[in-house]
């Protein structure tokens, strides 16, 4: 079969500060991935990847970011990734780093491994929450997360950005 | 298969930092830390300060991402040697009662590491650790990371390696896959690699358990001693005697 194959690169921005995540644009977070391949890997390594990158999804809530790559040269994305130290966008600095969750070669089955881990992240929520309307939309968000075994993940992240709206 | 493990969080003199260091490493996915004091022998009779107790950094461990176990913290003591007269890197491969070989980045390593001390050091299950968070800071402390890394594989092939982050503040360490594929830039196999994550950090936890044991078989086990107030702390012997 002639195709191009990808690898998907489920990661997660992990910062301090709240505001970072939701500074996230995919053409910024691009520039910066490609920037890093460039300063990490030289001339060859910008060259090689660029040719099948692209930030497929992404979410400013959770900080959830789907990057694609081809399959050659997944390794030199993946290993510029922890070099990544600050997201700068508009003037603004914030230090943060990225955790690679999953790598895939399709994006289904990192939808399916980001809804198992959506779910767990979910549960972790229930039990450091401290009031009771937080408490309330995230048993409702687990509730309907287990009813809807097989849907699509955007019932999932849709209540996992009411959950982190509420608690923010 | 073998937990992820950090061996080495650099403790500061802020508790707070640490805690939130612990909290990310265990967010991430670690399931053990070692939280590292370093002590520098230039000047002699220098006081080793006291470790962190563990119950004052935290009431309740932080569970570990993906498992339901709390994270385990422990300690460690790392000595610097910068006397070649004192101590070399080759005594302390073969004769120093130690556990790991850190391998400082920081310049260039004026010696060669040769094979005989080498080879030595990993029949005794002396493990060679390296650090990261030079690399991730500056451009310089990579190029020596890389190119210190790539000589320390060229002689012992990949085996008892670690790879830690010398972290000093929360935002520093990378989570375990990520650590792993550091590895492979380091110049270690893909198994290799992953093996410095997990399978080697315990091995090198073990042989620290094993020196407080009589051949790594008998082990002795402070029994905790009961109150002072308490009437009925006789020994059981005597309780008996006194009755029967």
């Known amino acids: ?168 | 298969m073998a937990v992820f493990a950090d061996l080495d969080l650099r403790a500061g003199s802020d508790l707070k930092v640490l805690r939130g260091m612990v909290e990310t490493a265990a967010h991430l996915g670690y399931s053990v830390v070692a939280i590292n004091h370093v002590v520098d022998f230039k000047e002699k009779k220098q006081e080793i300060e006291k470790p962190v107790v563990v119950s004052e950094l935290f009431t309740t461990l932080p569970i570990v991402q993906g498992k339901s176990r709390p994270i385990k913290i422990l300690t460690r003591l790392t000595i610097i040697v910068t006397d070649p007269s004192h101590c070399n890197v080759l005594v302390a491969c073969t004769h120093l009662d130690v556990d790991l070989v850190c391998i400082t980045v920081t310049e260039k390593l004026p010696f060669y590491f040769k094979r005989p001390p080498v080879n030595v050091a990993i029949d005794r299950g002396l493990g060679f650790e390296l650090v990261y968070s030079p690399a991730i800071k500056d451009s310089t402390m990579r190029r020596y990371t890389i190119s210190n890394a790539l000589n320390l594989m060229q002689i012992c092939k990949g085996k008892n390696v670690i790879i830690s982050s010398a972290a000093e503040r929360p935002l520093e360490i990378r989570g375990p896959y990520d650590v792993a594929n550091l590895g492979l830039l380091f110049g270690l196999s893909e198994v290799d690699a992953k093996a410095a994550v997990s399978t080697n950090c315990r091995a090198a936890l073990l042989h620290g358990e094993t020196r407080k044991t009589a051949f790594g078989i008998v082990s002795t086990v402070k029994k905790p001693r009961p109150s002072e107030g308490d009437d009925d702390s006789l020994p059981a012997c005597k309780k008996a005697k006194c009755e029967g």
């Open chain 1, 1 to 168: 079969m002639v195709r191009f194959k990808h690898r998907y690169l489920l990661c997660e921005l992990v910062s301090d500060d709240p505001r970072c995540r939701l500074t996230l644009d995919d053409r910024v977070l691009g520039c910066l991935v490609r920037d890093t391949i460039a300063r990490v890997h030289g001339t060859f390594g910008a060259a090689a990847c660029s040719i099948g990158f692209a930030v497929r999804y992404l979410n400013v809530y959770t900080g959830i970011v789907l990057l694609r790559c081809r399959k050659e040269f997944y390794q030199l994305v993946w290993s510029a990734l922890p070099f990544i130290t600050y997201l700068e966008n508009k003037g603004h600095r914030y230090p943060c780093f990225f955790n690679t969750l999953h790598v895939g070669g399709t994006i289904r089955t990192c939808q399916k491994f980001l809804i198992q881990y959506n779910r767990r992240q979910l549960l972790i929520l229930l039990q450091n929450c401290t009031d009771e309307r937080e408490r309330d939309t995230i048993q409702k968000s687990v509730t309907r997360s287990c009813f809807l075994e097989g849907s699509s993940g955007e019932e999932l992240s849709d209540g996992g950005e009411e959950a982190t709206e509420t608690m923010e």
